[in-house]
């Protein structure tokens, strides 16, 4: 019914910047809260950013300063500018949206399948 595509990752040095892409499409009827989650290996999904349907934003303690998350609602996307970037930032992004259907009319959470973000020289 409606999917999330995440674009964007890749390699890049430390110091370095990269910007995520996150596209809902589908028969979409609204969008709420919009985020991105990380995961890195061995350890658990954690969020990074998110940001509200009134472009409110949160950010996790350790990329305040460096990220920004934005949306462009009348693409129904979502972007996650990342500067100065760690190796510890390492991890696979994943794009979240509660989205709202046409044919339901109820909100359901919908995760994007990730892309690769990798820091290092």
């Known amino acids: 019914q409606v999917q999330l595509v995440e674009s964007g990752g890749g390699l890049v040095q430390p110091g370095g910047s990269l910007r995520l892409s996150c596209a809902a499409s589908?028969?979409?009827?609204?969008?709420?809260?919009m985020g991105w989650y990380r995961q890195a290996p061995g350890k658990e999904r954690e969020l990074v950013a998110t940001i509200t349907s009134d472009s409110s934003t949160n950010y996790a303690d350790s990329v305040k300063g460096r990220f920004t998350i934005s949306r462009e609602n009348a693409k129904n996307t979502v972007y996650l500018q990342m500067n100065s970037l760690k190796p510890e930032d390492t991890a696979v992004y994943y794009c979240n949206a509660r989205i709202m259907s046409i044919a339901t009319k109820r909100y359901l959470e919908v995760w994007g399948q990730g892309t690769l973000v990798t820091v290092s020289s």
């Open positions: 589908g028969s979409i009827f609204s969008i709420n809260a």
